[in-house]
């Protein structure tokens, strides 16, 4: 099917077992752990990123477990 014709959660589905999300995930979770005492605006825009990666696949984990 084409990506493009795939509803969300499908879609979501398919990031919680994708081997690069999960890749790009535990980098984003160590940066926060040794970044957590950086303070400053230039941080921030990482930090915000490695958050919505993170809350992203979370999303993906509940649609793996209750959308299917």
């Not at 919680?16 to 752990?33: D, N, V």
């Not at 509940?62 to 299917?68: E, K, S, T, V």
């Amino acid at each position: 099917m084409n990506p493009m014709e795939m509803p969300l959660p499908e879609l979501y589905y398919n990031v919680a077992t994708a081997p690069l999300y999960i890749f790009q995930l535990i980098f984003c979770i160590g940066f926060l752990i040794f970044t957590r005492k950086e303070k400053g605006c230039l941080i921030l825009i990482p930090k915000l990123y490695s958050l919505f990666i993170i809350v992203n696949y979370l999303v993906a984990l509940y649609f793996r477990i209750f959308y299917y």
